[in-house]
């Protein structure tokens, strides 16, 4: 849009305002519009420049951590960039935890920090860190900025913003820090400004489009490529097809992965965090879980002869055993990974080969490929049928007591209402991707969550950001722990009660008094680990329901299946701003989870 330059930087009083503002207007006009700032006074010229912005969405919040998680939702689910600022000193390292998340699933995540000028931090002034190297080894771009000074053109700051901008949004994407030193005056304070480059920032701001443009590019794939590809997958008699999350943002690509499978015609694994998992059952080829023994076995008695991963990460350690095996037993093995990321991504040192580009555009070519052919593949491989070990699973779930499987089955079950899902680490995410299912279930979810680094911290500013980001009800999952770890976040949870129009959200806590995962482990059955086993587990004798209450906050406790059921079936029909907290005991969850792992086929 075509501003009035002159009026803008007119209430721009002093040099910081004025660098500041011709960065925040070089971010908007690359397309960038979230901003989640933190308080402070360093980076006060910041914070005007996004509130005299007509086009900057801001949102703001007192900690940096959960701001940063906050964010990093925003920029899932929005899939543009979302902008943190903060002032200087620790308010920097509050970041890192997200930014590492940020960097190891390849999402632009921008931070814009205030620093003290060279001579403060020469001197170890107040509120002095080295802030230049707190976020370096996680974030893709990093800018050291001149102090504010007119001998610095600002064609070259706004040039050099855009390219920033450029690099970390090109794929593999990934998060930008600038580090930018603002001397005083940082309030309305005048100080002398050299009129000429008053005049240039006017110029600048004036363009309707960033300083310096950049095409979109995208890697072309080699035809032959596809072509072996295909004669790959036709040709191999028991390949395996797996699908971890496709790209960096949360989105699902059920529609694509559909054709795919039903041109392939073989057993497929979905992870949880691909957001697939729900959209298929076990009668269309899905295999139901790589955690239990027997489908391992199973898989194993089949003897791949082709191992084709799209995708990062899976949630499961097992499916990397299993492929260390099988290689180790057929060193003519060729596992193929398809991903476009940062880093190596093999931890059972398995994939003989990798692809560095997006697997939704190798599975598009390849579906058009497929399609043409005759006969098509789905009249070779008649995929194993699973179902009277899921049958078995379902029974034990359903017949035993008040539990994390429990908890999860019923959850993508009855809640049809939510089109996104924020799903938290340790016991949660498990569970979730090891539900099993004959048909697809009624749960059309676009799945959140933080497989890169998998830390508890954040978990109710992602629900948060979730929600902001959705035009539809939302559900989140999360334990205890993590819940108390990111507390803070109840505050701005507890605004969207009185505010006049906020989309429905769900969040279920299960609560079992400690970190219950590493009781499922051998080290939490091991009497020699016995004397220690409370420093892993850090137990605790907290209720949360009457510390979410005191925020003014719905809240219902949960200590029987029926009532489980009951409540997800109420919220379902009629979804609001609700918080469960869900009793579970310890010795109920590992004992459905010990019965589960000796079902048979």
Same mark, same amino acid.
């Given at each position: 849009?075509?501003?009035?330059?002159?009026?803008? %930087?007119?209430?721009?009083?002093?040099?910081?305002?004025?660098?500041? =503002?011709?960065?925040?207007?070089?971010?908007?006009?690359?397309?960038?519009?979230?901003?989640?700032?933190?308080?402070?006074?360093?980076?006060?010229?910041?914070?005007?420049?996004?509130?005299?912005?007509?086009?900057?969405?801001?949102?703001?919040?007192?900690?940096?951590?959960?701001?940063?998680?906050?964010?990093? *939702?925003?920029? +899932?689910?929005?899939?543009?960039?979302?902008?943190?600022?903060? %002032?200087?000193?620790?308010?920097?390292?509050?970041?890192? @935890?997200?930014?590492?998340?940020?960097?190891?699933?390849?999402?632009? $995540?921008?931070?814009?920090?205030?620093?003290? /000028?060279?001579?403060?931090?020469?001197?170890?002034?107040?509120?002095?860190?080295?802030?230049?190297? !707190?976020?370096?080894?996680?974030?893709?771009?990093?800018?050291?900025?001149?102090?504010?000074?007119?001998?610095?053109?600002p064609?070259?700051?706004?040039?050099?913003?855009?390219?920033l901008?450029?690099d970390?949004?090109?794929?593999?994407?990934?998060?930008?820090?600038?580090?930018?030193?603002?001397?005083?005056?940082?309030d309305?304070?005048?100080?002398?400004?050299?009129?000429?480059?008053?005049?240039?920032?006017?110029?600048?701001?004036?363009?309707?489009?960033?300083?310096? &443009?950049?095409?979109?590019?995208?890697?072309?794939?080699?035809?032959?490529?596809?072509?072996?590809?295909?004669?790959?997958?036709?040709?191999? +008699?028991?390949p395996?097809?797996?699908?971890?999350?496709?790209?960096?943002?949360?989105?699902?690509?059920?529609?694509?992965?559909?054709? $795919?499978?039903?041109?392939?015609?073989?057993?497929?694994?979905?992870?949880?965090?691909? =957001?697939?998992?729900?959209?298929?059952? #076990?009668?269309?080829?899905?295999? /139901?879980?790589?955690?239990?023994?027997?489908?391992?076995?199973?898989?194993?008695?089949?003897?791949?002869?082709?191992?084709?991963?799209?995708?990062?990460?899976?949630?499961?350690?097992?499916?990397?055993?299993?492929?260390?095996?099988?290689?180790?037993?057929?060193?003519?093995?060729?596992?193929?990974?398809?991903?476009?990321?940062?880093?190596?991504?093999?931890?059972?040192?398995?994939?003989?080969?990798?692809?560095?580009? &997006? /697997?939704?555009?190798?599975?598009?070519?390849?579906?058009?490929?497929?399609?043409?052919?005759? @006969?098509?593949?789905?009249?070779?491989?008649?995929?194993?049928?699973?179902?009277?070990?899921?049958?078995?699973?379902?029974?034990?779930?359903e017949? =035993? @007591?008040?539990?994390?499987?429990?908890?999860?089955?019923?959850?993508?079950?009855?809640?049809?209402?939510?089109?996104? *899902?924020?799903?938290?680490n340790?016991?949660?995410?498990?569970?979730?991707?090891?539900?099993?299912?004959?048909?697809?279930?009624?749960?059309?979810?676009?799945?959140?969550a933080?497989?890169?680094a998998?830390?508890?911290?954040?978990?109710? #500013?992602? *629900?948060?950001?979730?929600?902001?980001?959705?035009?539809?009800? &939302?559900?989140?999952?999360?334990?205890?722990?993590?819940?108390?770890?990111?507390?803070?976040?109840?505050? +701005?949870?507890?605004?969207?009660?009185?505010?006049?129009?906020v989309? @429905?959200?769900?969040?279920?806590?299960?609560?079992?008094f400690?970190?219950?995962?590493?009781?499922?482990?051998?080290? =939490?059955?091991?009497?020699?680990?016995?004397?220690?086993?409370?420093?892993?587990? %850090?137990?605790?004798?907290?209720?949360?329901?009457?510390?979410?209450?005191s925020?003014?906050?719905?809240?219902?406790?949960?200590?029987?299946?029926?009532?489980?059921?009951?409540?997800?079936?109420?919220?379902?029909?009629?979804?609001?701003?609700?918080?469960?907290?869900?009793? !579970?005991?310890?010795?109920?969850?590992?004992?459905?989870?010990?019965?589960?792992?000796?079902?048979?086929?």
């Amino acid at each position: 849009n075509n501003k009035d330059a002159h009026a803008i %930087t007119k209430t721009y009083k002093n040099s910081a305002q004025l660098w500041s =503002g011709l960065i925040i207007d070089q971010l908007i006009k690359n397309g960038i519009f979230d901003f989640f700032p933190s308080p402070g006074m360093r980076n006060a010229p910041l914070l005007k420049a996004i509130a005299l912005s007509d086009q900057a969405n801001i949102y703001t919040g007192i900690d940096e951590r959960a701001q940063s998680y906050r964010a990093l *939702a925003h920029t +899932k689910l929005s899939k543009r960039p979302s902008v943190l600022i903060c %002032t200087s000193g620790t308010a920097l390292a509050n970041y890192l @935890p997200a930014i590492i998340e940020a960097r190891k699933t390849h999402l632009p $995540l921008f931070v814009l920090s205030a620093d003290r /000028p060279g001579e403060l931090l020469a001197t170890d002034a107040n509120q002095t860190i080295n802030q230049i190297e !707190v976020l370096r080894n996680y974030t893709k771009s990093f800018w050291q900025a001149s102090e504010p000074q007119s001998g610095f053109p600002p064609r070259a700051l706004a040039g050099k913003i855009s390219f920033l901008v450029n690099d970390s949004c090109t794929e593999p994407m990934g998060p930008l820090h600038i580090n930018l030193p603002l001397r005083e005056p940082l309030d309305e304070s005048a100080d002398d400004l050299n009129s000429q480059w008053v005049e240039e920032i006017d110029q600048i701001i004036k363009l309707e489009g960033p300083a310096l &443009c950049f095409p979109t590019i995208q890697k072309e794939v080699n035809p032959k490529l596809i072509d072996n590809l295909h004669e790959k997958l036709s040709t191999a +008699k028991r390949p395996l097809l797996i699908f971890g999350p496709l790209d960096s943002y949360a989105q699902q690509h059920t529609a694509e992965v559909r054709k $795919l499978v039903n041109l392939y015609g073989g057993n497929f694994s979905c992870d949880i965090t691909s =957001g697939l998992k729900f959209g298929f059952g #076990s009668s269309e080829g899905l295999i /139901p879980t790589l955690d239990h023994p027997e489908v391992l076995s199973q898989l194993h008695e089949q003897r791949p002869d082709f191992i084709l991963h799209f995708g990062h990460r899976l949630t499961s350690k097992h499916y990397y055993n299993f492929m260390q095996r099988e290689l180790e037993q057929n060193p003519q093995l060729s596992i193929l990974l398809i991903s476009d990321g940062h880093y190596h991504e093999d931890p059972g040192f398995s994939f003989t080969q990798r692809w560095n580009f &997006c /697997p939704v555009k190798i599975i598009t070519l390849l579906n058009e490929k497929m399609a043409k052919q005759d @006969p098509p593949l789905t009249k070779k491989r008649p995929f194993f049928d699973w179902s009277k070990l899921i049958n078995k699973k379902r029974a034990l779930i359903e017949d =035993g @007591p008040l539990s994390y499987p429990f908890v999860s089955k019923n959850a993508v079950e009855i809640l049809d209402s939510p089109q996104t *899902a924020f799903i938290g680490n340790s016991t949660f995410i498990r569970s979730f991707d090891s539900y099993a299912a004959i048909k697809a279930p009624l749960a059309n979810w676009t799945v959140v969550a933080n497989r890169g680094a998998s830390g508890i911290e954040g978990h109710l #500013s992602m *629900a948060l950001g979730m929600l902001e980001c959705s035009q539809e009800p &939302c559900v989140a999952f999360m334990g205890d722990v993590s819940f108390f770890h990111d507390l803070g976040s109840l505050t +701005k949870i507890a605004e969207l009660c009185h505010a006049p129009q906020v989309n @429905p959200l769900l969040i279920v806590v299960v609560n079992n008094f400690g970190g219950g995962i590493f009781k499922l482990l051998p080290i =939490g059955k091991d009497q020699q680990g016995a004397h220690y086993l409370d420093l892993l587990t %850090t137990p605790h004798k907290q209720r949360v329901a009457p510390l979410i209450k005191s925020f003014g906050i719905e809240c219902e406790t949960i200590e029987s299946k029926e009532a489980y059921v009951s409540s997800l079936k109420k919220w379902n029909e009629a979804p609001h701003l609700k918080i469960l907290e869900v009793l !579970v005991k310890d010795q109920d969850n590992a004992q459905i989870y010990d019965q589960l792992k000796t079902v048979k086929l």
